[in-house]
């Protein structure tokens, strides 16, 4: 059974910095990334791994760092100069071999005050 666990989140001023860790089991993973989705709004890309090739949203390139520990099987955001816009709710999403079903973690408050 796949899990997925996120950890992270929290309340930080502008400017600041938060990082989101997510520990995975069940499988082995082809892709792990990140999706946030703020009130009112539909859930979008933030980041994206697979194998050693990284995809960034444009609002978040030079921000934000994806990375994954395979051996944990955990990946990490890394969110630097935060902005009252990243204000959201972060998903882990994970992809298995050979297939396109999406699985994902329960999610993690970011708020970000001005």
């Known amino acids: 059974q796949v899990q997925l666990v996120e950890s992270g989140g929290g309340l930080v001023q502008a400017g600041g910095s938060l990082r989101l860790s997510c520990v995975a089991s069940g499988s082995r993973f082809r892709s792990m990334g990140w999706y946030r989705q703020a009130p009112g709004k539909q859930r979008d890309l933030v980041a994206v791994?697979?194998?050693?090739?990284?995809n960034y949203a444009d609002s978040v390139k030079g921000r934000f760092t994806i990375s994954r520990d395979n051996a944990k099987n955990t990946v990490y955001l890394q969110m630097d100069s935060l902005k009252p816009e990243d204000t959201a709710v972060y998903y882990c999403?994970?992809?298995?071999?050979?297939?396109?079903?999406?699985?994902w973690g329960q999610g993690t408050q970011v708020t970000v005050s001005s």
């Open positions: 999403n994970a992809k298995v071999f050979y297939s396109d079903y999406n699985y």
């Open positions: 791994i697979t194998g050693g090739r990284t």
